[in-house]
Every structure is written in C-alpha cells, then in structure tokens.
C-alpha cells in the first residue's frame, strides 16, 4: 500500500467511525459493581491550584492542594468546546466511567468530577515521581532488568483491564507514572473502552498503533499486546521500531511489518517481542487461547514471581529522588501559566454532552 492509498483510506475511514457505532453492551460488563457516578462530589473552591503539570490538546493537567485535607492530587481539565470540536465526547466520557470503577495497584486513581460551563474537571492521584518517559529520555535505555521490571507491572495491570473487557489503546510511556517509591501507574484514559466484542475506532499513538487499527479492521484486546511490544523495545533501544518522521510514514513501516533488532538483545527478549509486534492474530502473544497467561510464562520473564510484584513486594529499580507528601513536583517539566477560566458561570451549550460530570 502506498503513501497516497493510506492516506486516502485513513481520511474515508475518519468520515465512518464518527457514525459507526461501536459495538458495546452495558449490561454485559465485567467491571466491578460500583456506581460509576463521579459528579458532585468537588468543587473549585475545594482546591489551591499549585501549577501545571503538563498540557494537551484538550486542556491541562495542575497539582492543587486540598484546602479541606491539605493533600495533594492532580486534576485534569478539559475544555469542553475543544472536547466538541475535535469529536472525542466519547471518549471523554468513557474514560470518566473508566477511571470511576477501576481499582488496581499499577493503575491511576480517580476521586471525582465536576465542571463549570467552559471545563470539565476529574480530580485524580498526584503521582509524584514523574513520567517513565522522562526518565527514559535521561537514562537513553534501560538496562534488561529495569525493562523487564516495568514491562511486568504494565502486564498485571493490562491483564486486569482486559478481564474487565476494557481495551486501554494508548500505551506508552508518556502515560506511565512513577510513585514515589518507583512502582508504575497508568494514567490517561482518554482513549480506554470497554467493549465485549470488536471495535473499529482509529486512535492512539502513531508508533505503538498496531496494523489491525490503521487498516480499519474490527480489532479487541490484542491491540494492548501489540504497544506492550513497541513498549519494552523502546525501553531496550531507546527509540520506537517504525519511528519516521511522519504519522504516514510510520503507518506504512508498521503495515510492511520489518523489524531490526539491535545487536545487543538478548535472545529471549528477540523471541518475545517477535511474537508481540506481529500483524498476524492468530500468533500474537495475549491474543491466544491462554492470554496473558502465555506473556507471563515467557522465558524472558522467567524470574518474574508475579504475586510478590501484585503485592508491590520487589524492591523497585529506581526510586524516585523526591520528598513525599510535600507536593514535590521537581520531575515535572515546567510550563508556562496562563490566564484560567475555571469557574466560568453562564450559558453552557455543552452541557447535555457531559451529564455525568
């Protein structure tokens, strides 16, 4: 397939997945039984706003202080004409209901949310030692043992998303946060959805996108695999496989599949990855009849004792150097502040689109 079909076939399938329903069945979810109401429990004036933490397309995210506890937690806002605009409301409110009834060691925790008429606010966990990405970037790899370990706690908490049918889709490691003793949490579930059969939707990060997604096929939980895949090779190499210079460009290495392998990988991390980041289904790790199961009993991950990593029981490989509880941000970029319209009263013609927040 070449660069102008791709592109092509990308456009037409943008147009059909905004009046494609995805398949889903409320009834039949596996989640735990808990309300998945957020909504009234905060308000602004319940927080001190420290400073950002990071930015997105939709808003930012700021470390605030309880003025009720003295706690630290981070909130996400979201700018609702931006939510609208760029077609996500779907999504935006899946992963309110997502982080409302998740509840695992290795996953983001979510308090609650409320809204004004221009944002949406989910108050979370402040996770306090920074991005995996970050100190990826600074370490230039990982050594096999440090991957191996962040790979085994991304698997546990993958293992309890899918058996609760929720394919989570944005893999990386910009969305893995460290605590402050070094074990990880998943964070942003902007694009999670709980599905019991297939879904169709084209999102995630160009890199770790697996070929299923870009070719429109109807994919479910072995898109996670595929991105646990890229993940671990780019905490081995330092950089993604299919890395170019453009989204398009990634695309087509992905399709054509080839893979270069680094010399100094080792023989069982080669053997795992290459049935990771394979486009054939029927041969993908954690796509077979044994699951996860099939990933945890790797050679690679042979000294892994899982129980005692569920238990946050191993001593991590690195501890984040902060001082906790203070609401210590030194392992977050800095960004620029702007003027905030948190607290906007008035007309809100968004607000049917956003009922449960």
Not at 31 to 56: A, C, E, H, N, W
Request: hydrophobic content about 35%.
């Amino acid at each position: 397939m070449d660069y102008q079909q791709l592109q092509n076939q990308q456009q037409q399938h943008n147009q059909q997945v905004q009046s494609q329903p995805l398949t889903q069945s409320q009834s039949q979810s596996q989640l735990p039984q808990r309300s998945t109401v957020s909504k009234g429990k905060y308000t602004l004036q319940d927080f001190q706003i420290m400073r950002t933490l990071g930015t997105g397309s939709f808003g930012r995210v700021h470390l605030v202080r309880s003025v009720h506890n003295n706690r630290y937690y981070a909130i996400k806002v979201l700018k609702k004409y931006r939510v609208v605009k760029m077609k996500q409301i779907e999504h935006t409110n899946d992963e309110r209901r997502m982080l409302k009834v998740v509840q695992h060691p290795f996953l983001i925790r979510m308090w609650g949310t409320f809204q004004d008429s221009k944002n949406l606010f989910m108050v979370m966990d402040y996770i306090e030692g920074g991005e995996l990405f970050s100190l990826l970037r600074k370490s230039h790899r990982f050594p096999n043992p440090v991957a191996k370990f962040y790979a085994a706690e991304v698997v546990l908490a993958l293992e309890y998303l899918h058996m609760h049918n929720i394919i989570y889709r944005d893999l990386k490691p910009e969305n893995i946060l460290l605590d402050k003793n070094g074990h990880i949490k998943i964070t942003d579930f902007g694009f999670a959805k709980e599905v019991d059969t297939v879904t169709w939707t084209l999102c995630g990060t160009p890199d770790y996108i697996a070929p299923e997604v870009i070719t429109t096929k109807p994919y479910n939980k072995s898109v996670d695999w595929w991105s646990l895949g890229i993940l671990i090779f780019e905490m081995l190499a330092g950089y993604t496989p299919f890395y170019d210079t453009t989204p398009m460009k990634t695309y087509e290495k992905i399709l054509h599949g080839h893979v270069s392998y680094p010399s100094f990988f080792t023989p069982d991390v080669v053997d795992l990855l290459s049935k990771l980041i394979i486009a054939d289904l029927s041969r993908r790790l954690g796509n077979l009849s044994s699951g996860s199961e099939d990933i945890k009993g790797h050679p690679w991950f042979s000294e892994v004792v899982w129980e005692r990593l569920q238990a946050k029981d191993i001593e991590t490989p690195y501890e984040p150097p902060i001082q906790s509880g203070c609401g210590d941000s030194s392992l977050f970029d800095m960004y620029p502040e702007e003027q905030l319209d948190y607290g906007s009263v008035g007309d809100d013609p968004y607000l049917k689109y956003f009922e449960e927040f």
